[in-house]
C-alpha cells in the first residue's frame, strides 16, 4: 500500500496543475513570409492544441504578421505575449521568430503589417476547429 500510495503522489506531482497548459507538447507549425506572400495561404490549427508557430522570413525584405483577433483569442505562453506589440511579430530579412500559443476556435485573417505588402498578396487565414 505505501508503494501505491507513493506512486499516486508522484504522477500528481510530475502533472500539469489544473488547467495548465504544457507548453513543451507544443506541434510546430512553419509559417513562411516571403515576398508578397504567406504560405501557407490557409492555416489550419486545432482549438485547445498547443502550437508553436514558426514565422520564417525567407525573403530578403523584411516583414510582419499581424493577426490581432487570431493572437487575442489565444493563449499566449507569458514570455511570447511581448513580442506581439500591436497584434502582429516583425520577422527581419532572412530571419526567424517563434510563438507558442493555444489557439481559440474561429476564423482569422493574417497579413503582413506593410499596407503595400498586403495588398500585392501577402495575406493568409486562419482556420481553427
Known amino acids: 500500500m505505501p508503494r501505491l500510495l507513493a506512486a499516486i503522489a508522484l504522477s500528481l506531482a510530475a502533472a500539469p496543475a489544473g488547467g495548465a497548459t504544457e507548453w513543451r507538447q507544443s506541434r510546430d507549425v512553419e509559417i513562411r513570409l516571403s515576398s508578397f ?3 501557407p495561404g490557409t492555416i489550419r490549427l486545432k482549438a485547445g492544441e498547443p502550437v508553436r508557430l ?3 522570413n525567407v525573403s530578403q525584405g523584411d516583414h510582419s504578421f499581424s493577426a490581432p483577433d487570431f493572437f487575442r483569442a489565444a493563449e499566449v505562453r507569458s ?9 502582429g511579430i516583425d520577422v527581419p ?4 521568430r517563434e510563438l507558442v500559443l493555444v489557439p481559440a476556435p474561429g476564423r482569422y485573417s493574417a497579413r503582413c503589417g506593410n499596407f503595400i505588402h498586403w495588398i500585392l498578396g501577402m495575406r493568409s487565414e486562419i482556420i481553427v476547429e
Not at 514570455?79 to 497584434?87: E, I, P
Open 37 to 39: 506572400d504567406i504560405q
Open 54 to 56: 514558426n514565422l520564417v
Open 79 to 87: 514570455r511570447d505575449q511581448r513580442k506581439m506589440a500591436g497584434g
Open 93 to 96: 530579412a532572412g530571419e526567424a
